[in-house]
């Protein structure tokens, strides 16, 4: 049995990503080009690993969410927030 784990011990979770990914940053996926606004950082309800909640600036489409190691493993480069090209 699994114990349950406390809010701090959950916000400790998310803190490193809430550093490395702030909430309304840009970001580039790069094999695609598309750029992205962070919206925030979750938990998975399943694991409790932290994941980046995220959308495409120009605001059509869903919200995505990653897993905050993928997020940061290179595949995104945080990019300056100015009208996308």
Not at 13 to 41: F, I, L
Not at 55 to 65: I, L
Not at 67 to 81: K, M, N, P, T, W
Request: aromatic letters at 10%.
């Amino acid at each position: 049995m699994n114990k349950r784990l406390t809010d701090g011990q959950l916000v400790a979770r998310c803190a490193d990503a809430w550093e490395m990914v702030p909430t309304t940053s840009w970001w580039t996926h790069k094999k695609t080009g598309n750029v992205y606004e962070a919206q925030g950082v979750a938990l998975t309800s399943d694991t409790l690993m932290p994941v980046v909640i995220y959308c495409n600036v120009k605001g059509n489409g869903p919200s995505f969410s990653r897993l905050a190691s993928e997020f940061l493993d290179g595949r995104f480069e945080r990019v300056d927030q100015k009208e996308p090209k």
